[in-house]
C-alpha cells in the first residue's frame, strides 16, 4: 500500500486528490487516461526514430536521388510507422544503434503498456473499494507515468540527432513551432466534424 511519503509526493503533485468533494474512482480513470497519453506520445517518438533512421539509411545507400524519391520513401516509411502497433514498431527499430539504449526499457515498458491495455480494468478493480487503493492505484499509474516520460524525453533527443544528420543546418526548434503553429491555425479554420474513429472498420 501507499506510504505516508508516497501519498505525500502524490498530493504535492496533484494536489486536487484531497479537495474535500474528490471522486477518487474518477480520479483513478483520469490517471490511467493520463498514463496513456504517455504511451502515445512514447508511440509517436518511436515513429519519429523509425521514419528519420531509415530515410538517413536510404540516403546513405544512395536510394533516394529526387525530390520524388524522397517524397514516395518518407510517405511510405510514415504509413509503416502509423500502422504499426506498440511491439512491431520495438521489431521495426531493433537494429537502430541510436536506440540500443534505451531498447531493453522500451520493452519493460511495452509489456506495461499492454497490462494496462488489457488486464487493468479486470485485475485491479479488486482496490477500487477503498479510497487508500484508490490512491495506491493512482501512485503506482503515475510511477508509470514518469517512466514513460522520461523514456520519450530520451527518444525524443535521438530522434532529433537523427533528423538533425539529414538536415545538419536545421534549426530543428524553430522548424517545429512553426509547424505546431501551422496544424493550430489549421485546425481552427477547418475543425473537423467527425472523430477519427468514425467510419473505420
Known sequence: MITETQKKLLLDEFPELQFEDVDLSKEVLSHFGLLFSGFALLEAAIQNCFVFWKL???????????????????????TSAFAATFGTLLKLTADCPDLASNMNALKSLREKRNYFAHHFFREENVKMFSDESRLDLIWGMNAVRLEVKQVEIALKTVSEKLLFRIYPNLDIQKELDSAVETLKADALKNPSPAFGWEGSS
Open 56 to 78: 538517413h539509411s536510404a540516403l546513405l545507400a544512395g536510394e533516394i536521388n529526387s525530390q520524388d524519391d524522397w517524397v514516395h520513401r518518407h510517405k511510405s516509411l510514415e
